[in-house]
């Protein structure tokens, strides 16, 4: 571990405990060279899925795009921004979960307006309105009807 004071690549390791979370080993280090203390965290690294998009397109799984969508569904709705994290740490923990290296959109999306429709009616309305990409106001009534009968 290359120590971030002096740059030296030698340091013991003074204690070493799991985090909080239990998704890392914490450790604490001190640098054999400047006797500076810095902390370092082990994880398990993720092999992070492509997405499939509907026009055949690769892209890796990014959840800033499906909290930036959340945040767009969200707006003006009594839903802050720990839920909205939540939401998105629990699909892209169900992701993971599935050990696929490709998922279609269609997936993420649908995980998206799951979340919701358990959450607020407005944001996935909202949520829905964009990602299903309603025609006219038609299309969108009969999603609120779906809604409401489902109760």
Same mark, same amino acid.
């Given at each position: 571990m290359?120590?971030?004071?002096c ?8 204690d070493?405990? $799991?985090s ?8 604490r280090r001190e640098? =054999? ?6 902390t *370092?965290? &082990?994880? +398990? &690294?993720?092999?992070? #899925?492509?997405? +499939?998009?509907?026009?055949g397109?690769?892209? #890796?799984?990014d959840?800033?795009?499906? /909290?930036h969508g959340?945040?767009?569904?969200c &707006?003006k709705? #009594?839903i802050?921004?720990v $839920?909205r %994290?939540?939401? +998105?740490?629990s699909?892209?923990?169900?992701l /993971?979960g ?5 998922? #279609?959109s $269609?997936?993420v999306?649908? %995980?998206?307006?799951? *979340? =919701?429709?358990?959450?607020?009616k @407005?944001?996935y309305?909202?949520?829905? *309105? @964009?990602?299903?990409?309603f025609?006219?106001?038609n299309? =969108?009534m009969d999603e @609120?009807?779906t ?5």
């Amino acid at each position: 571990m290359k120590c971030p004071f002096c740059g030296n690549i030698e340091d013991k390791v003074i204690d070493s405990r $799991t985090s909080k979370e239990g998704d890392a080993i914490r450790r604490r280090r001190e640098c =054999l060279k400047c006797g500076k203390r810095f902390t *370092s965290y &082990e994880r +398990v &690294e993720d092999i992070i #899925p492509m997405v +499939v998009k509907k026009d055949g397109r690769r892209e #890796p799984f990014d959840r800033q795009k499906i /909290l930036h969508g959340l945040e767009k569904a969200c &707006e003006k709705r #009594p839903i802050d921004m720990v $839920t909205r %994290e939540k939401v +998105v740490d629990s699909i892209e923990k169900k992701l /993971l979960g599935l050990g696929v290296k490709e998922i #279609p959109s $269609t997936w993420v999306g649908e %995980e998206v307006m799951s *979340s =919701l429709k358990n959450l607020d009616k @407005v944001a996935y309305v909202r949520f829905a *309105s @964009v990602y299903r990409q309603f025609k006219d106001i038609n299309e =969108l009534m009969d999603e @609120v009807k779906t809604l409401f009968e489902h109760k």
